[in-house]
């Protein structure tokens, strides 16, 4: 009932930047909380930075200053500026949210949703 589709991942030297977009699409009602998650290879997946429908955000200490989460409600679409990259930030990064949706019958549910994912390289 909820899609959540990624794009802007890639590869990147150190020191630059990326914007990644996650948009929602299907049949909502209203999103809660959205945020970026990542995973790196052998490392549990981590919460990089969040923001709620009313704009407040949070963000992992390791991203502070360097990441910048936003939103456009409009277009249920949540944004991730990464600037100064750092190999570390080299993970897989997750788009989550948590959606309110309803189905054919009108019922209307409360889920968490995630994204495929994308992949950010950033070289050394």
């Known amino acids: 009932q909820v899609q959540l589709a990624e794009s802007g991942g890639g590869l990147v030297q150190a020191g630059g930047s990326l914007r990644l977009s996650c948009a929602a699409s299907?049949?909502?009602?209203?999103?809660?909380?959205m945020g970026w998650y990542r995973q790196a290879p052998g490392k549990q997946r981590e919460l990089v930075a969040a923001?709620?429908?009313?704009?407040?955000?949070n963000y992992a200490d390791s991203v502070k200053g360097r990441f910048t989460i936003s939103r456009d409600n409009a277009k249920n679409t949540v944004y991730l500026q990464m600037d100064s990259l750092k190999p570390e930030d080299t993970a897989v990064y997750y788009c989550?949210?948590?959606?309110?949706?309803?189905?054919?019958?009108?019922?209307?549910?409360?889920?968490?949703?995630w994204g495929q994912g994308t992949q950010v390289t950033v070289s050394s």
């Open positions: 989550n949210a948590d959606v309110t949706y309803y189905s054919s019958g009108g019922t209307y549910y409360a889920d968490g949703h």
């Open positions: 299907g049949s909502i009602f209203s999103i809660n909380a």
């Open positions: 923001i709620t429908s009313g704009l407040s955000t």
